[in-house]
Structure formats: C-alpha cells, structure tokens
C-alpha cells in the first residue's frame, strides 16, 4: 500500500496540539465551528459543481496533489475570514485548527462508511445528504457534550429543592 503524503503531516500536527487544544475549552469549540463550517462550505461547493468524486478521493486522500492543494487553501481562507484574525496570528490559527478537525471528519468519515456509500449513490443530492450526517458525526466527536443543555447558573439561583418551604419547626 502506498503511504499517502497529504494526511500523516496533518495528522500528526493535530496530535500533537490536540491536547493542548481541549484546554482552551469555548474558545477552541468556536474555532473547531467555524473550521468545520468552511470546510462542509468547500466540499458543498464542489459537489454542487458536479465533483462528487473529487470530494471523495479527497476525503479518502486519493486526490491528485494539486486539487488537495487547491482544496486546503480554499478551506483555509475561508478559515481565515471566518475567524476574523489578522496577520500571522491567524495563519498559525489556522495551521493548527484545520488539520485537527480534517483528521476528526476523515475518521468519522471511515467509522461510518461515508465513502462506501458515497460510491453506492453518486447524485449530487444524496452526497449532500451524506455530507451533512457527516458534519453532524464529526461535531459529535470534537465537542462530545454538544446539545447536552448543560449551563452554568448564577449564585442566587433557586434551586429545585429550594422552591418547597422550610418546615415550620426549622423556622
């Protein structure tokens, strides 16, 4: 098997900040967002220009070098205006949060069988489909308590045990 060239430099800088990553915990939850939003808008695009199986070799990194080239840099400017940072701040940014979440939507995309069934059912209609249960799953593994609905309250909170009177003897 041939070793790809593209995913293991990727991969192995998101390994190596995905630790640190988790520990900026909102701020890192935003920029994971909006760098999953620009790459479902890129992959989107091209599968509504008809390049359905661009999308899939690229995710499976089978593409040609030049269109991941040409893929990554689309991504990462529209990374780059979404996050609305300037300068070398922003290219570092980028650098570090887009490989992270590619590596997090190739593996859920192999976990669950996106390119198996994008090879099943090609129509530009259904890879949209697919592409945002993918988006969805991915989500799911780089924030895992998304939707949970947990919050944090204020002090003068009333609580659920608080609402019922105290007893009369206690008073």
Same mark, same amino acid.
């Given at each position: 098997?041939?070793?790809?060239?593209?995913?293991?430099?990727?991969?192995?800088?998101?390994?190596?900040?995905?630790?640190?990553?988790?520990?900026?915990?909102?701020?890192?939850?935003?920029? @994971?967002? #909006? *760098? !999953?939003?620009?790459?479902?808008?890129?992959? %989107?695009?091209? +599968?509504?220009? /008809?390049?359905?199986?661009?999308?899939?070799?690229?995710?499976?990194?089978?593409?040609?070098? @030049?269109? #991941? *080239? !040409?893929?990554?840099?689309?991504?990462?400017? %529209?990374?780059? +205006?979404?996050? /609305?940072?300037?300068?070398?701040?922003?290219?570092?940014?980028?650098?570090?949060?887009?490989?992270?979440?590619?590596?997090?939507?190739?593996?859920?995309?192999?976990?669950?069988?996106?390119?198996?069934?994008?090879?099943?059912?090609?129509?530009?209609?259904?890879?949209?489909?697919?592409?945002?249960?993918?988006?969805?799953?991915?989500?799911?593994?780089?924030?895992?308590?998304?939707?949970?609905?947990?919050?944090?309250?204020?002090?003068?909170?009333?609580?659920?045990?608080?609402?019922?009177?105290?007893?009369?003897?206690?008073?």
């Amino acid at each position: 098997m041939k070793k790809p060239l593209f995913l293991p430099p990727l991969f192995n800088a998101a390994r190596a900040t995905g630790m640190a990553a988790w520990q900026t915990g909102r701020l890192f939850q935003q920029l @994971a967002k #909006k *760098a !999953l939003d620009s790459i479902q808008d890129i992959l %989107r695009a091209e +599968v509504q220009k /008809g390049n359905v199986q661009l999308v899939a070799d690229f995710l499976a990194d089978k593409a040609l070098p @030049a269109a #991941k *080239a !040409l893929l990554l840099e689309r991504m990462a400017a %529209r990374l780059l +205006v979404r996050i /609305g940072l300037r300068g070398v701040l922003a290219t570092n940014v980028v650098g570090w949060i887009l490989p992270f979440v590619l590596e997090r939507l190739v593996k859920v995309g192999v976990s669950t069988g996106f390119f198996d069934k994008v090879r099943t059912h090609p129509t530009v209609s259904e890879t949209l489909r697919r592409l945002d249960e993918l988006k969805q799953a991915a989500w799911k593994t780089l924030v895992p308590d998304a939707g949970s609905g947990a919050e944090v309250l204020p002090n003068d909170t009333v609580l659920p045990a608080q609402l019922t009177p105290p007893p009369a003897s206690q008073v």
